[in-house]
């Protein structure tokens, strides 16, 4: 099982989004479905990546490891900004 920290790395590898780009992942809670969702602010190619990547790791890990994520408004969720 991977960490939240680490899908979202390797979201932000394949997606390579430009600067000023934020990508997010927040737990979800519900039976039978996917710990996580992800939204971001990236346009044209990138999201496009982002997308099949998004639809990749869907299907590849539904679950992921939240508990070296804080809760912070009784959620946990982890961004990424790219600033460079």
């Known amino acids: 099982m991977k960490a939240a920290e680490e899908l979202l790395a390797e979201i932000a590898n394949h997606a390579q989004p430009n600067h000023g780009s934020v990508i997010v992942l927040i737990e979800w809670k519900e039976d039978g479905k996917p710990n996580w969702l992800a939204a971001s602010n990236l346009e044209g190619q990138a999201s496009e990546?982002?997308?099949?990547?998004?639809?990749?790791?869907?299907?590849?890990?539904?679950?992921?490891?939240?508990?070296?994520?804080?809760?912070?408004?009784?959620?946990?969720r982890i961004a990424l900004h790219i600033d460079a």
């Open 49 to 76: 990546r982002y997308s099949e990547k998004l639809a990749e790791l869907r299907k590849s890990d539904q679950i992921v490891d939240w508990s070296k994520v804080k809760f912070i408004d009784g959620m946990r």
